[in-house]
């Protein structure tokens, strides 16, 4: 046998008694396999309220609801920081303002200001403002922190009277859009409204800023419905028992106006469709408007809750994820949920 026979031999011999280059991958156990198949769970969005003083009587309650309906979609976890001097809290909500968790406050008069209202927006994905008509000022250094945080792409959303608040904050009114009352005037940029004609205007000649006719449920027309905030609600929705702000001014830059509301009291302040749900890009970041949501009736319809938690998303992420749900308003008929407090 020549070498060259021997060395074939061998090397048949090496190939076959040698261990495979890549084995096979071992079997999963069924609790593995039950590990692998449960969904990932994302960690909660961190939103912020901040509140303490508003006309509303409502606030202390109307923030343990908002914190509520974003605990209970399971996507926020939701902090309060409150000014230590709080005004315009009512007699029957003031059992709420212990339960917020955010210490002892002092209640005022009139409106104070309080220079140690210094919220760490920056540890937020989104800041919810239920402040109101005459809110006293926050500190310069807590209104720049505020900018900048919107700057660099935070997350803010107004609610009803907080486009009342801080009218001479020239970069607020930017955020907010348009705003009212607080002495705000053609000054301050133009009335924005629909015509029942379906036409947007900028009104740019002399007026006040901020009205409203007595509370009733008012139809909400979509103006933007590709939007994902507005995405696949009814085209025209009735809200619960709530003001319709009318005759609201601002700067209305990068402003995109969601949804109107028209007053069908009898005793409307203006004939036109006035702005409810917007959106502004303020730098990199988000704002959500929303002007509806008076009162506790207010809150508890079903068009408030879907629209600001998916405001509220929006803000935070650029996305929604919360569905519009079964119960939702349609043209003919409002809805509601009865609130109750978790304990």
Known sequence: MTILSYFVIGLLTLTLSSEPLSKP??????????????????????ALIVDGQN????WPKSTLMMKQYLEETGLFQVDIYRTRFTWGEGENEKSYLVLAGVGETTNTVNPQHDPEFIPKFAD??????NFGWKAANWPETTQK???????????????????NSFPDWLEYNKMIGLGGWGDRTEKNGPYVYYTNEGKLVRDLS???SGAH?????FPITLRAKDHPITKGMPEVWMTTTDECYAQLRGPAENL???????DVSGKAPTDRHEPMLMVVDYGKGRIFHTALGHDAVSIESVGFITSFLRGVEWA???KVTIPIPPDFPTAGNSTSREFELRK
């Open 256 to 262: 995109t106006i969601l949804a109107t509301g028209k």
């Open 145 to 163: 922190a505020l900018e900048n945080y919107m700057s660099a792409g935070g997350g803010f959303v107004s609610v009803h009277a907080a486009n």
């Open 55 to 58: 006309n509303h009587a409502v």
């Open 206 to 208: 002399p007026g006040k």
């Open 124 to 129: 937020y994905d989104v800041v919810i403002s």
């Open 316 to 318: 935070a992420t650029g």
């Open 25 to 46: 991958f071992p079997k999963s156990t069924s609790n593995e396999k039950e590990q692998n198949n449960k969904p990932k769970q994302k960690a909660p969005l961190r």
């Open 213 to 217: 006719g007595p509370s009733h449920e």
